[in-house]
């Protein structure tokens, strides 16, 4: 069963970069054909979609965010990273990555989540 | 971007009710369409992908229908474990992957 899990600082200070890792286990990152995607949703709010990145490195970011986003893989332990930076309270949120099947796919595989507040 | 819309925000419903949640996106996504299940403090579950295709595992009370630029959800018979809040998404292409705002399904 594919399992995605986030993991990083719960606590950024303003103007500094958030960074999260997804570790991916039951399958494979470099797996033909699957894209794997950040997805955030501020408390109490709707889900916005981040970015994407398919096992080659090739990316693909929300042009809302696209100046400040950074995603990267790491194939050899079957992990993708996430780097947000100059982050201001408007970042808070859940941040979830995911898994889609194809480039025409939704998410069918998501992480528990993992609450970043930004704060002083 | 391709906004999606959502009606109605908030339903209150009762079990065994027929419930239909609707999605409105601002230009054709043909069929691009997926709809998820999000209960408190997890995360989204997929529920229907290509605006009518059941993911596997769920429940076949869940249907979805609809294109071009107009989306059903339909819940045959609301069951206990259904309230939740429920997002459409588009997948179209990466204009971005937007969602709608969210339908509340509580309990009457």
């Known amino acids: 069963q594919l399992q995605l899990q986030e993991s990083g600082p719960g606590l950024v200070k303003p103007s500094e970069t958030l960074s999260l890792t997804c570790t991916v286990s039951?399958?494979?990152?470099?797996?033909?054909?699957?894209?794997w995607d950040w997805i955030r949703q501020p408390p109490g709010k709707g889900l916005e979609w981040i970015g994407s990145?398919?096992?080659?490195?090739?990316?693909y970011y929300n042009p809302s965010l696209k100046s400040r986003v950074t995603i990267f893989v790491d194939t050899s332990k079957n992990q993708f990273s996430l780097k947000v930076s100059s982050v201001t309270a408007a970042d808070t949120a859940v941040y979830y990555c995911?898994?889609?099947?194809?480039?025409?796919?939704?998410?069918?595989?998501w992480g528990q989540g993992t609450l970043v507040t930004v704060s002083s | 971007d391709i906004q999606m819309t959502q009606s109605p925000s908030t339903l209150s419903a009762s079990v065994g009710d027929r419930v239909t949640i609707t999605c409105r996106a601002s230009q054709t996504i043909s069929s691009w369409l997926a709809w998820y299940q999000q209960k408190p403090g997890k995360a989204p579950k997929l529920l229907i992908y290509k605006a009518s295709s059941l993911e596997s595992g769920v429940p076949s009370r869940f249907s979805g229908s609809g294109s071009g630029t107009e989306f059903t959800l339909t819940i045959s018979s609301l069951q206990p474990d259904d309230f939740a809040t429920y997002y459409c998404?588009?997948?179209?292409?990466?204009?971005?992957?937007?969602f709608g705002q969210g339908t509340k399904v509580e309990i009457k």
């Open positions: 998404q588009q997948y179209d292409s990466y204009s971005p992957y937007t």
């Open positions: 995911a898994r889609r099947r194809s480039s025409w796919s939704p998410f069918d595989y």
């Open positions: 039951g399958g494979s990152i470099s797996s033909s054909g699957y894209y």
């Open positions: 990145i398919y096992y080659s490195g090739t990316t």
